[in-house]
C-alpha cells in the first residue's frame, strides 16, 4: 500500500505542475481537478471505497469482499471497474441460486473478475483434439463396481494447488494423477513440478501458460526421464526456460494409458480399481463462481474441441438421487468446496468424459 501511495503521491505532484504552468485565468478548474482526484486516490488507499463507488447497497458488501481476499487495487477507475464487475457477478449469482439447481455459486476471489479476463488468465487455449477413439484401459468385467469411491480416503491424493493467472491446468493435472499414482505404488507422497512440464514439454504439443494436454504431458515425462520434484523445481506461473535436471527427478512414468473417448462406464472402472485419473471439461459462464453441490449446466458442450480445462478425477458417488463425480481443482483450497468440486455422472457433462488418461509408474511393474 505504501508503494501505490508514493506513486499516487507522484503523479498528482506531477498534475498540480502541470496546473501551474498555465495562465492565471485556467488554473481553479484544473486545481478542482486535482483536489478531486486527490481525494478519490487518498480514499482508495484509505480503503473508503464508498467515497468513491457512492450508495450502491453493494458497496458494503464489496468492501468486505476486498478484504477478506487482500484486493488490491492500483486506480480509482480500476476500483470502479472491479466494482461493476462485482454486481454483474452477484446478479448472475443471485440469479442462478433462485433456480433451484443442484449446486450453487457465490461470492469468491473471483466475483471482480469478469468471464473473458477469466478465460484469457486461467483457461488453456482449446486443443484441435484431445480425445482417443479407442482407449487402452482394460476393463475389469467381472468385477463389480462400488457405488462410490474417493481416493483421498487413502492418502494418495495430493494437496490442493494454485496455477494462478497461468492457463497451465493441464500441468496440475498431470502432476497430481503422477502423485497419486507413485503414492499408491511406494507408499511415499512425493510433490512434484507443474513449472518443469511449463517449461520443458513443449515439444509433446503443449503451451506452457497457453494449455496443453495431461496425456501429453504423461508422454514428455516419459520420454524425458523423469519429472522433476517440486521443491527443486518450483512453480512461478510463467513461461520459462526449461531447467530439467535429472538428479532430482521425483517420478517417472512407464506407460500413459487414455480412456476411449465419452465412455463414462470405462473412466468409472478407471478411478474404482485404478487411481485417480486425469480429465479435462468445458469451464463456461458463472462456474468460477461455484461453491458447493453437483455441478451440471446444458449449456456446456462435450466434444473434444471444446474442452478447456484439466482437472483430476479422484472418486464418484452414485449413491444418492444425483450421481457425481469428486474432482479436484487447481484454483487453490480457498475455491469452491475446499479446492473440490463435484460434477454430476451419466451424461458426459460438459465433456467430463471426453479426454481422460492416467500414467503407469515403474513401481507398478513390481506389485
Not at 482449446?126 to 482407449?135: M, P, R, V, Y
Not at 508422454?219 to 532430482?248: H, Q
Request: charged residues 20%.
Amino acid at each position: 500500500m505504501k508503494t501505490i501511495v508514493v506513486a499516487l503521491w507522484v503523479a498528482l505532484v506531477a498534475m498540480a505542475a502541470t496546473v501551474y504552468a498555465l495562465p492565471s485565468r485556467d488554473r481553479n478548474p484544473d486545481i478542482s481537478m486535482v483536489t478531486e482526484e486527490w481525494r478519490a486516490q487518498e480514499a482508495l488507499a484509505s480503503g473508503r471505497f464508498h467515497e468513491i463507488l457512492g450508495d450502491s447497497p453493494l458497496v458494503a458488501e464489496f468492501v468486505s469482499f476486498a478484504a477478506k481476499f487482500k484486493k488490491v487495487y492500483n486506480s480509482v477507475i480500476e476500483l470502479r471497474y472491479r466494482f461493476q464487475t462485482f454486481v454483474k457477478n452477484v446478479e448472475l449469482i443471485e440469479k442462478t441460486n433462485k433456480q433451484g439447481l443442484t449446486y450453487k455459486l457465490g461470492i469468491n476471489k473471483f466475483a471482480d473478475v469478469s468471464m473473458e479476463e477469466f478465460r484469457r488468465l486461467h483457461l488453456g487455449v482449446k486443443q484441435e483434439d484431445c480425445s482417443a477413439t479407442k482407449g487402452t484401459h482394460k476393463v475389469k468385467s467381472n468385477a463389480a463396481l462400488p457405488e462410490k469411491r474417493d481416493w483421498r480416503l487413502d492418502g494418495i491424493v495430493s494437496p490442493v494447488k494454485n496455477q494462478q493467472q497461468c492457463g497451465s491446468c493441464w500441468t496440475f493435472s498431470t502432476s497430481g494423477a503422477l502423485e497419486s499414482a507413485h503414492a499408491q505404488a511406494t507408499g511415499h507422497m512425493v510433490l512434484l513440478s507443474e513449472q518443469q512440464l511449463v517449461d520443458c514439454a513443449g515439444a509433446f504439443n503443449n503451451f506452457g501458460c497457453g494449455g496443453g494436454l495431461p496425456s501429453q504431458a504423461f508422454e514428455y515425462i516419459r520420454y524425458n526421464g523423469g519429472l522433476d520434484t517440486e521443491e527443486s523445481y518450483p512453480y512461478r506461473a510463467a513461461d520459462g526456460v526449461c531447467s530439467f535436471k535429472d538428479s532430482s527427478v521425483g517420478a517417472k512414468v512407464y506407460d500413459v494409458v487414455n480412456i476411449t473417448a465419452y465412455n463414462e462406464e470405462e473412466l468409472k472402472d478407471a478411478v474404482a480399481f485404478q487411481r485417480p485419473v486425469s480429465i479435462a471439461f468445458e469451464v463456461i459462464d458463472g462456474f468460477n463462481l461455484y461453491t458447493s453441490g453437483v455441478y451440471a449446466d446444458p449449456k456446456c458442450r462435450s466434444g473434444p474441441e471444446t474442452v478447456n480445462h484439466a482437472v483430476l478425477a479422484v472418486g464418484y458417488d452414485t449413491t444418492g438421487d444425483v450421481p457425481y463425480w469428486i474432482i479436484k481443482n487447481s484454483w487453490g483450497g480457498d475455491w469452491g468446496d475446499g479446492g473440490y468440486f463435484k460434477m454430476e455422472m451419466g451424461k458426459n457433462m460438459c465433456g467430463i468424459a471426453t479426454c481422460s488418461s492416467y500414467p503407469v509408474v515403474p513401481e507398478d511393474l513390481l506389485r
